[in-house]
């Protein structure tokens, strides 16, 4: 089923519970519910006193969803442990749980919701970006805290709780962080540091309880996941078996590059770039084929570039501008940036340049070597990404146009 979180007719038949698990699906949080539910000397409270929440990014992969159903789901059930999967339904949510939909809220139940509502891939495709793998985790903020909070919020009925975390004994920091946003209401607990268990403890539990392990759970293009070596060659093994998956990962970088070249996936490095160097012909010819199929855009890229308050000659921060000038094939689009090459490139008005990344695009304005400064293009994309500046943008336009000129296309 799937209900508003705004209706609490959902709730009225339940009591606030006294312990909420936020269970992220991955070895750490799932180990914690299967000891609850094997050993319960592990715990201090009854099963009927826990409420479970899920929140679904909508991009979980297909091997964590069938190992949930088959070994964890059917544990749930018998204890009739009461799980609720949330998701967003659409970008921006309410403190009040506006924009939030509870996808299942059962104390028997049988399918997980991987699918979502809104989804992290909607939000970076319509935005024409990627998750961002530097400073806060604001995709995670964003897809399951503001899910989350709402609904915790209103389950627990303004009662105290104990939310469980499932940081191991090896992310102390983080727990100590969490214990930051504690209230009168809620206290964070951290079961695995005070087993003194680490990943690999939680991991041996499970594997021990369900015969296998669930897998590490995150989004299927997670940056994070791309971390290190041995990391890339857990996903690329999964991206293998399942090229079709790995093809929509490389779609959403290609728009994100498209519109701004710096960006790329794995660290700032582009992934399509990886995954040809390692030969995975499978993914790349995937990519290909979801690459044509797509409907495209002639998107104007507009860019201010600002310097650092303290540091002038360092970039502080950028404002955006992204226009869809028209739509239709991939093959119409790009006749058209050929035509307008070909038409004001002789007039030095724009020049065509093939970046590191193959992409094609035509600058009107390049971006100079002295901030504040601009940068303008005009290039072909998948129609994916929505129209987007700030009210305010033409204004900031005019003034930087006027103040700095950029380097011009023809220089």
């Not at 939000?123 to 998750?131: K, N």
């Not at 530097?134 to 009662?159: E, F, Y």
């Not at 990391?231 to 990962?249: L, M, W």
Request: with cysteine.
């Amino acid at each position: 089923m799937t209900i508003a979180c705004s209706d609490l007719s959902v709730y009225v038949d339940e009591p606030a519970p006294k312990v909420v698990l936020s269970w992220g699906l991955g070895e750490d949080s799932t180990a914690i519910l299967l000891r609850w539910l094997e050993d319960p000397t592990s715990r201090d409270f009854e099963l009927n006193e826990l409420v479970v929440v899920s929140a679904m990014t909508g991009n979980e992969w297909e091997s964590t969803r069938a190992e949930v159903e088959e070994h964890v789901l059917p544990r749930l059930a018998a204890a009739g442990v009461r799980l609720l999967q949330v998701a967003r339904a659409r970008r921006h949510v309410t403190k009040a749980g506006d924009g939030v939909v509870v996808l299942d809220d059962s104390r028997s139940p049988t399918r997980l919701y991987i699918e979502g509502a809104f989804t992290l891939y909607d939000e970076m495709v319509e935005a024409g970006t990627i998750p961002q793998s530097g400073g806060a985790r604001m995709c995670s903020v964003h897809s399951k805290g503001d899910a989350l909070d709402p609904v915790i919020a209103k389950v627990t009925r303004g009662q105290p709780y104990r939310h469980v975390m499932g940081f191991e004994a090896g992310e102390r920091r983080r727990a100590e962080k969490d214990a930051g946003y504690n209230t009168d209401l809620r206290t964070g607990e951290y079961p695995l540091i005070v087993w003194g268990w680490f990943r690999d403890d939680a991991i041996v539990y499970t594997e021990s309880v369900i015969g296998t392990g669930v897998g590490k759970s995150a989004c299927t293009f997670c940056p994070f996941a791309f971390a290190n070596k041995s990391n890339r060659a857990e996903i690329f093994a999964r991206y293998a078996a399942d090229p079709a998956v790995g093809a929509q990962t490389l779609l959403m970088e290609h728009l994100a590059l498209a519109l701004n070249p710096a960006q790329g996936l794995v660290g700032g490095r582009r992934l399509i770039d990886l995954l040809r160097a390692d030969e995975m012909t499978g993914v790349l010819d995937a990519f290909d084929d979801v690459l044509a199929a797509q409907p495209h855009a002639l998107y104007d890229v507009r860019r201010i570039l600002r310097p650092r308050k303290n540091d002038p000659t360092k970039l502080g921060n950028a404002a955006r501008s992204v226009r869809v000038r028209m739509r239709g094939t991939r093959e119409e689009m790009d006749a058209i940036l050929t035509r307008l090459a070909k038409e004001e490139r002789a007039q030095g008005v724009l020049e065509r340049e093939v970046g590191a990344d193959g992409i094609v695009r035509l600058y009107r304005h390049r971006r100079g070597p002295v901030f504040p400064t601009i940068e303008r293009y005009f290039v072909v994309a998948p129609a994916l990404a929505a129209d987007k500046e700030h009210d305010n943008f033409n204004q900031w336009w005019a003034g930087a146009l006027a103040a700095t000129p950029a380097v011009s296309a023809a220089a």
